[in-house]
């Protein structure tokens, strides 16, 4: 079957569209569902697991393994509760709380004043905050009342009660990766070859008590990271001058040299970044640059700029980048007592290095990827089809073995071929339905491309190579096969 040209439908694709198509083919289920669910967690499906495995694989590869100046580790999720203190996590990883008064309804400050009056209020004091809800009137959003408490600080990191010992001991629960990353610095620079500069990568969970979770995979309690804390020399006159350029808000105070050197730094990663976002297939015009204001950054970051992608709910943070000076490793240095120093075995120089932070949310990365590969198309015939157009590195399934009927040897046949191809990675095998259908399945789950087996297959050792995308058909020789889906697909 030959279905020509087809026709990409205009609408915007909505949240609606690709929930609904995650739990329909396998990708991402609400959790617990025969628990009647349990809200802001999801399970990812066969095919949604394969899918961040393999974006996990490709960031692993693209970032450590394609590189000569990045390691990588895997540290635990409980860490030594004093981490958190020396990090500022303790004092500072806060978001700002509102109750209503009447419905009970908690709240996130900035989110409310944001979806009132679009406005950023974020790294506002409290009072301010509070002062700006009660000067526009802003209402509750789930009973319309106008009763709110002042705004407060809420801590983010969950707690939990360290048993062993019965005594008040606690640990947290990681909220971000990097700090491992920080830990274990002293234990990487004595026991692996590394100079500055170079990076350390890990990818795992994290876990913050989010006040308002939501719009799908966006904002969870639990998620997974994907960070580098890149290790450099500290801008020239910066160990001299530490205390004054540690007291300025921001790097844009810093003398011009050292702004030089940083950003040159920032522009070789945000180039880096964005090579990732076309590694995954998001579609570049929905990526945005921007700057957080002095006020925005976090206690730890001297600049900062996030990539924004437009998600189907809006214009969101999906990645970020922190110059987060020498900040860790100074304050984990005074709170453990241990040296934190690198030496620079040219020069013999010792100082802090500096570090710059490109990271990355896994989930936000997969809405994203799914957002830019989603597409509901009329075909020439009339007939409607959804599909997720993955670039082949990343679709769950590589390549799927079609026979077109059930008997006569094809099955067999199909069967081989699929023995040969799982060089490529995930396959599968369909002997159900009519074939029509049976590529609208794969069409949905982002296959790239599907290789039908007939009688002919037999007698011409050729099978029908069908492509997601253009939906042509070309006839190869099985012989032929790996170089030509390596070439096309695969390389
Ligand atoms: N170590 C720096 C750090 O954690 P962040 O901006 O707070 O910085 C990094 O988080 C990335 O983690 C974000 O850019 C986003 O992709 C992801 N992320 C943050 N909070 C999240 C949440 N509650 N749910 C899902 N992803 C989240």
């Known amino acids: 079957m030959n279905l020509k040209k087809n026709r990409i439908s205009p609408m915007k694709t909505s949240m609606d569209q690709i929930t609904a198509l995650c739990k329909r083919r396998g990708f991402i289920y609400p959790g617990s569902e025969i628990y009647g669910g349990f809200a802001n967690t999801y399970t990812y499906g066969p095919y949604g697991s394969l899918l961040k495995k393999n974006v996990k694989d490709l960031w692993w590869n693209m970032f450590v393994e394609n590189r000569d100046d990045m390691v990588g580790i895997d540290g635990d999720i409980f860490l030594h509760p004093k981490t958190w203190e020396a990090s500022g996590h303790v004092g500072g990883f806060n978001d700002q709380l509102i109750d209503c008064k009447n419905c009970k309804a908690r709240l996130r400050a900035d989110h409310l004043v944001e979806e009132a009056l679009g406005e950023d209020c974020e790294g506002k004091p409290d009072e301010e905050v509070t002062k700006i809800i009660q000067e526009n009137k802003i209402k509750c959003p789930k009973c319309g009342k106008q009763d709110f408490t002042d705004v407060r600080k809420f801590n983010q ?41 170079f990076g350390i990568a890990q990818i795992g969970k994290a876990f913050r008590n989010e006040i308002t979770p939501g719009n799908f995979i966006f904002r969870q309690l639990e998620f997974e990271q994907m960070e580098i804390e890149y290790f450099i020399t500290p801008p020239a006159g910066f160990t001299e001058k530490r205390e004054a350029w540690m007291g300025k808000p921001h790097l844009d105070d810093w003398p011009d040299e050292a702004q030089d050197y940083m950003n040159q730094i920032f522009s070789a990663w945000e180039k880096a970044m964005f090579d990732w976002c076309d590694l995954i297939g998001l579609d570049r015009k929905k990526c945005h640059v921007v700057e957080h204001s002095a006020e925005k950054l976090s206690h730890y970051s001297k600049r900062t700029f996030d990539i924004e992608f437009d998600f189907p709910f809006g214009q969101k943070e999906l990645y970020g980048c922190a110059y987060r000076t020498d900040f860790d490793l100074n304050q984990h240095e005074k709170f453990s007592g241990k040296k934190l120093k690198y030496r620079d075995p040219q020069t013999n120089e010792e100082y802090i290095p500096h570090v710059i932070e490109p990271t990355f949310g896994l989930g936000r990365s997969l809405l994203a990827i799914l957002t830019s590969a989603y597409a509901e198309e009329t075909l020439e015939d009339g007939s409607q089809r959804t599909v997720l157009r993955l670039k082949p590195k990343i679709a769950p399934v590589k390549i799927a073995l079609l026979p077109l009927m059930k008997k ?66 070309e006839r190869i020789k099985i012989s032929e096969l790996i170089d030509y889906l390596k070439e096309r697909y695969f390389s």
């Open 408 to 473: 006569d040897g094809l099955p067999e046949l199909a069967r081989e071929i699929q023995k040969q191809l799982k060089i490529f990675g995930y396959t599968e095998y369909d002997e159900s339905g009519a074939i029509g259908k049976r590529y609208r399945r794969q069409d949905e789950i982002g296959t790239p491309v599907c290789i039908t087996i007939d009688y002919e297959s037999k007698d011409d050792n050729a099978v029908t190579i069908r492509d997601r995308d253009t939906m042509t058909q």
């Open 157 to 197: 990191m969950f707690k939990t009660p360290l048993s062993k010992t019965g005594d008040d001991g606690h640990v947290y629960l990681r909220p971000e990766t990097a700090q491992a990353i920080f830990l274990e610095f002293k234990n990487v620079i004595d026991s692996c070859r590394v100079r500055i500069p």
